[in-house]
């Protein structure tokens, strides 16, 4: 199981830290990702790290001011977000998976367990 927590209200230039805790269970040899959704849009993957060998991947609107990392003692993922802007307004959920590509991390299929969401809004 997969408990999120951090979303909230921020104004456009503001930083909000997500975070994800996989309860029951440990982050060993797992790939854990962060995904957004606005309604009538995909999903759409924003960062992923990868366990194994602590490789992280972040999609291009995010680089730079999102940082992903992880508390293997916790068994948490965290998601620091600067700079936020409107546009990054979105339900963040956390995902794990065993078997994720390496290439293909962005891809929602891939990933077995996910948490309940997040709401996330940079207004004004």
């Known amino acids: 199981q997969l408990v999120e927590s951090g979303g909230g209200l921020v104004q456009p230039g503001g930083s909000l830290r997500l975070s994800c805790t996989v309860s029951g269970g440990t982050l060993d040899y797992r790939v854990i990702g962060w995904f957004r959704q606005t309604p009538g849009k995909e999903r759409e993957g924003v960062s992923c790290?990868?366990?194994?060998?602590?490789?992280?991947f972040y999609t291009d609107s995010v680089k730079g001011r999102f940082t992903i990392s992880t508390d293997s003692a916790q068994n948490t993922v965290y998601l620091q977000m600067n700079t936020l802007k409107p546009e990054d307004t979105a339900v963040y959920y956390c995902a794990t998976g065993y078997s994720v590509p390496r290439l293909f991390w962005y891809q929602s299929q891939h990933y077995e367990y996910w948490g309940q969401g997040t709401q996330v809004t940079a207004s004004s």
């Open positions: 790290i990868r366990s194994s060998d602590g490789s992280t």
